[in-house]
């Protein structure tokens, strides 16, 4: 992997719908290519959006990869003599046909996407010619939705041979998929589960029923579940999704509708679907508080993702587990699939939702077509783009000009002395990271040693719930005084238990329910990081702090020097890292 920006960073509206238009400019001007330099288009969906394009693949779900159909008719016509007016003709009978059927697609898209129609890659076939990548020595891959999560997963994993997880709520028809990893490549998909059997739609309608916003908010239902109480009943929502020999069930047939238009009170910038069945969910609120719904949601779809991933390991029959796919971000259920099967290896890829999807459909492609073989390793999670420092200084200078910012080095005496004041810190360093967690390099970081700076954050920055956890940034080498078990938990993917010297010396960054999501630094993942780290214990004795993603809630996490230093003259942050300057208001 080379560059991965998601549009939302740019756009500056979280989980952007639509067409990464600028996160594809992005990518080519930060790697210094053109479009010239492109051999492969990859989309993570098997639907063909361009089939006038003659130089395309359909890569489905079982890898199966077929190339565009060619036209029979062109042979015959040449035959006659008459190749260039036939040929004239064909092209302009295809040329129609399409802006025929696109012209009904467009119309089909504007009674779904209203005022968003812009974004939705039927009104794009404009900017890919404009930039070159409509031309035919440009081969244009359309991976399926699922086998671009496991190709993120596998193709990323460093595993020669593993059971190979892909699960969401829907995508291309499927909701999860089980696959066996091969070492020359191959995945063999083992299992499917159709999208109206899912278990990341459930958890949706829980999510939406608490009145979080879907496909955003399932952090929170997983943070409040900590406060519900176990052993006080049966769980009402035993028996709607469950697990038979790898394959999803559910007695709910999962249905969706317009999230805007059910919720007019609380939109979002995006054409948002929501799960129908959350109204039903939602009655479950009259005979029980809201925590102790949020626990019963957790445990029954932890309970299933423990099943899932144990069927699929005995039909893959492999000890090492790689998986991706949205619901991979629940922490807790990775934690228990990890403490309930002990699998050898476990990858999470970190850029798990729809996200990280380009990735995988990258991955696959180049699978596909024989540039790689065997898997590669995630070397780096900072992948995005970042910003020179002479870029950095003609930015910072005019800020400090008109608003009289104190400017100085930003040692890590000087980051510590202000941690130790109780201060915020934003990070704008280096490149950006992949995926929802920042790990460093756009992070919001702070003293742990005090439950109350949770607060502070949450006043400041988060403006969210209290009970939604900040995580710990961590030395490898003090791991063991934290917890028990392994250690190696670079991209806070998983949860552990946090030892009582956890609960004593740092309560900010553990849980209510004990656990904690860690992020475990060494010098060769962030080296900065880590510096800063041992500065810290050297001063306190504790190599650890908060890290929170740096974004004001609502917003993505920041993109560019402008967005880092918008949210300190907005008060959201004490304090900002920026390059190799520090930064606070006068």
């Given at each position: 992997m080379v560059c991965a920006i998601p549009e939302e960073r740019l756009t500056r509206i979280k989980h952007y719908y639509g067409f990464p238009c600028k996160a594809i400019r992005a990518v080519l001007e930060y790697c210094g290519l053109t479009t010239a330099d492109v051999d492969f288009f990859a989309v993570s969906t098997h639907a063909i959006f361009y089939p006038t394009h003659p130089n395309h693949y359909t890569v489905e779900l079982d890898g199966t990869c077929t190339p565009a159909p060619k036209s029979g008719g062109l042979l015959g016509l040449f035959k006659k003599g008459n190749f260039i007016e036939a040929a004239r003709r064909e092209i302009e009978r295809n040329r129609a046909s399409y802006e025929d059927k696109r012209e009904k697609r467009i119309a089909q898209v504007r009674s779904a996407w209203g005022d968003f129609l812009p974004r939705h890659w039927v009104m794009q076939d404009g900017f890919l010619e404009d930039l070159g990548l409509f031309d035919e020595r440009v081969r244009h891959y359309y991976v399926h939705h699922h086998r671009a999560h496991a190709a993120s997963a596998f193709r990323l994993s460093g595993c020669e041979e593993a059971c190979v997880l892909s699960i969401d709520g829907k995508g291309d028809g499927i909701s999860a998929a089980v696959y066996k990893g091969q070492p020359d490549g191959r995945m063999e998909l083992l299992r499917s589960s159709r999208s109206t059997d899912s278990l990341g739609s459930f958890y949706q309608a829980a999510t939406e029923a608490l009145g979080f916003i879907p496909a955003d908010g399932e952090y929170?239902?997983?943070?409040?579940?900590?406060?519900?109480?176990?052993?006080?009943?049966?769980?009402?929502?035993?028996?709607?999704?469950?697990?038979?020999?790898?394959?999803?069930?559910s007695k709910v047939q999962w249905e969706f509708r317009d999230y805007n238009k059910h919720h007019p009170d609380q939109p979002v910038p995006n054409p948002l679907s929501s799960v129908s069945y959350s109204e039903e969910l939602k009655k479950l609120l009259d005979t029980m508080d809201r925590e102790q719904f949020a626990f019963f949601a957790q445990e029954h779809f932890q309970k299933?993702?423990?099943?899932?991933a144990r069927d699929a390991m005995r039909i893959a029959g492999c000890s090492a587990l790689v998986a991706a796919g949205g619901v991979m971000l629940n922490v807790k259920a990775n934690g228990a699939i990890r403490d309930g099967l002990e699998p050898s290896r476990f990858f999470v890829f970190p850029d798990s939702a729809d996200s990280g999807l380009s990735v995988g459909a990258a991955m696959e492609a180049l699978y596909q077509a024989g540039a790689i073989s065997g898997p590669s390793r995630l070397s780096s999670p900072y992948l995005g783009h970042g910003y020179s420092e002479d870029e950095i200084e003609e930015?910072?200078?005019?800020?400090?000009?008109?608003?009289?910012?104190?400017?100085?080095?930003?040692?890590?005496?000087?980051?510590?002395?202000?941690?130790?004041?109780?201060?915020?810190?934003?990070?704008?360093?280096?490149?950006?990271?992949?995926?929802?967690?920042?790990?460093?390099?756009?992070?919001?970081?702070?003293?742990?040693?005090?439950?109350?700076?949770?607060?502070?954050?949450?006043?400041?920055?988060?403006?969210?719930?209290?009970?939604?956890?900040?995580?710990?940034?961590?030395?490898?080498?003090?791991?063991?005084?934290?917890?028990?078990?392994?250690?190696?938990?670079?991209?806070m993917t998983f949860a552990v238990e946090a030892s009582e010297y956890a609960k004593r010396t740092v309560p900010a960054v553990v849980h209510v329910d004990g656990t904690m999501r860690p992020q475990v630094v060494r010098p060769l993942d962030n080296s900065?990081?880590?510096a800063l780290l041992e500065e810290f214990k050297r001063q306190t004795g504790v190599g650890i702090l908060i890290n929170t993603s740096f974004n004001r809630h609502g917003l993505p996490i920041v993109g560019s020097p402008e967005d880092a230093l918008e949210h300190l003259m907005?008060?959201?942050?004490?304090?900002?890292?920026?390059?190799?300057?520090?930064?606070?208001?006068?």
């Amino acid at each position: 992997m080379v560059c991965a920006i998601p549009e939302e960073r740019l756009t500056r509206i979280k989980h952007y719908y639509g067409f990464p238009c600028k996160a594809i400019r992005a990518v080519l001007e930060y790697c210094g290519l053109t479009t010239a330099d492109v051999d492969f288009f990859a989309v993570s969906t098997h639907a063909i959006f361009y089939p006038t394009h003659p130089n395309h693949y359909t890569v489905e779900l079982d890898g199966t990869c077929t190339p565009a159909p060619k036209s029979g008719g062109l042979l015959g016509l040449f035959k006659k003599g008459n190749f260039i007016e036939a040929a004239r003709r064909e092209i302009e009978r295809n040329r129609a046909s399409y802006e025929d059927k696109r012209e009904k697609r467009i119309a089909q898209v504007r009674s779904a996407w209203g005022d968003f129609l812009p974004r939705h890659w039927v009104m794009q076939d404009g900017f890919l010619e404009d930039l070159g990548l409509f031309d035919e020595r440009v081969r244009h891959y359309y991976v399926h939705h699922h086998r671009a999560h496991a190709a993120s997963a596998f193709r990323l994993s460093g595993c020669e041979e593993a059971c190979v997880l892909s699960i969401d709520g829907k995508g291309d028809g499927i909701s999860a998929a089980v696959y066996k990893g091969q070492p020359d490549g191959r995945m063999e998909l083992l299992r499917s589960s159709r999208s109206t059997d899912s278990l990341g739609s459930f958890y949706q309608a829980a999510t939406e029923a608490l009145g979080f916003i879907p496909a955003d908010g399932e952090y929170k239902t997983m943070g409040l579940a900590a406060l519900g109480k176990p052993h006080i009943g049966p769980n009402p929502f035993e028996g709607i999704v469950s697990v038979h020999d790898g394959v999803l069930h559910s007695k709910v047939q999962w249905e969706f509708r317009d999230y805007n238009k059910h919720h007019p009170d609380q939109p979002v910038p995006n054409p948002l679907s929501s799960v129908s069945y959350s109204e039903e969910l939602k009655k479950l609120l009259d005979t029980m508080d809201r925590e102790q719904f949020a626990f019963f949601a957790q445990e029954h779809f932890q309970k299933n993702m423990l099943d899932f991933a144990r069927d699929a390991m005995r039909i893959a029959g492999c000890s090492a587990l790689v998986a991706a796919g949205g619901v991979m971000l629940n922490v807790k259920a990775n934690g228990a699939i990890r403490d309930g099967l002990e699998p050898s290896r476990f990858f999470v890829f970190p850029d798990s939702a729809d996200s990280g999807l380009s990735v995988g459909a990258a991955m696959e492609a180049l699978y596909q077509a024989g540039a790689i073989s065997g898997p590669s390793r995630l070397s780096s999670p900072y992948l995005g783009h970042g910003y020179s420092e002479d870029e950095i200084e003609e930015t910072l200078r005019p800020y400090a000009d008109t608003h009289g910012l104190k400017v100085a080095e930003a040692t890590h005496q000087e980051l510590v002395r202000a941690l130790l004041e109780g201060k915020v810190i934003g990070t704008f360093l280096d490149r950006m990271e992949i995926g929802p967690r920042a790990l460093g390099n756009r992070s919001v970081l702070a003293d742990p040693r005090s439950a109350a700076m949770k607060d502070r954050i949450n006043l400041l920055l988060k403006g969210r719930e209290w009970f939604v956890p900040f995580a710990p940034m961590l030395l490898a080498s003090d791991a063991h005084l934290y917890w028990r078990g392994p250690s190696d938990y670079r991209y806070m993917t998983f949860a552990v238990e946090a030892s009582e010297y956890a609960k004593r010396t740092v309560p900010a960054v553990v849980h209510v329910d004990g656990t904690m999501r860690p992020q475990v630094v060494r010098p060769l993942d962030n080296s900065w990081a880590c510096a800063l780290l041992e500065e810290f214990k050297r001063q306190t004795g504790v190599g650890i702090l908060i890290n929170t993603s740096f974004n004001r809630h609502g917003l993505p996490i920041v993109g560019s020097p402008e967005d880092a230093l918008e949210h300190l003259m907005r008060g959201w942050v004490d304090g900002l890292v920026i390059g190799r300057r520090y930064v606070e208001r006068q």
